[in-house]
C-alpha cells in the first residue's frame, strides 16, 4: 500500500507502506532509480530525526527511505513485548526493502536504530549492501558490557 503526499516542509514524500501485517509510514526523498538506503532512527525519535540528511543524501542520487519504527510516530503499534523483538524489528526492514522492490539495500542505524540495523545485517547479510552504525554498540560488545555494568542497563531500559 503506498498512499504518497509532498511533505508540506519539504523533506520529501510521506507515504505508509505495508510491512508484514503492519503499516510504517516512511519519507522518501531522491530518484527512484537510486541506490537504495534506509535510514533507521533512534529512542525516542522517528523520521524527523534525519531531516537534515535526505536531502543532501536525494542530491547525491540516493533513494533515501526514513520510516517511522513499529511503535513510533505515525507508524502502526502492535501490542505486546514480542512484537518488538530484534528479530521482529529486522524483518520490518527486509520487507519494507521488500514493500520497495530492493533486493539489497545501504541501511543506517542511529542509537536504537543502530542496534536495530547490525541486527539485520546480522541475520539477513544478504539484503545489506553497505552498513553505517552512529551512537550503538555492536551487540556482542554491548551484552557483556551490560553484564559487567548493572548500571549502564538500567539507564538503557
Known amino acids: 500500500m503506498r498512499m504518497a503526499s509532498r511533505s508540506p516542509v519539504g523533506f ?22 537510486g541506490r537504495p538506503a534506509i535510514l533507521l532512527h533512534g529512542f525516542p525519535e522517528f523520521w524527523y530525526g534525519w531531516r537534515h540528511q535526505l536531502g543532501a543524501l536525494a542530491a547525491a ?14 507508524s502502526d503499534k502492535p501490542k505486546g513485548l514480542e512484537s518488538y523483538t530484534l528479530d521482529c524489528l529486522a524483518g520490518d526492514v527486509v520487507a519494507l526493502a521488500d514493500a520497495l522492490g530492493c533486493d539489497r539495500v545501504s541501511l543506517v542505524g ?27 554498540p555492536h ?12 548500571t549502564q542497563l ?4
Not at 543502530?114 to 545489506?128: F, K, M, P, Q
Open 61 to 74: 542520487g540516493l533513494r533515501v527511505v526514513a520510516p517511522d519504527q513499529r511503535g513510533y510516530n505515525l
Open 12 to 33: 520529501g514524500a510521506h507515504s505508509r507502506r505495508r510491512v508484514g501485517a503492519l503499516d510504517l509510514h516512511v519519507v522518501e526523498a531522491g530518484p527512484p532509480e
Open 110 to 136: 542511529h542509537d536504537w536504530g543502530g542496534l536495530v540495523a547490525w541486527w539485520t545485517a546480522a541475520r539477513h547479510g544478504e539484503r545489506v549492501e553497505r552498513l553505517a552504525i552512529l551512537n550503538a
Open 139 to 150: 551487540p556482542q560488545a554491548f551484552g557483556p558490557y551490560l553484564r559487567r555494568h548493572p
Open 154 to 157: 538500567l539507564r538503557s531500559a
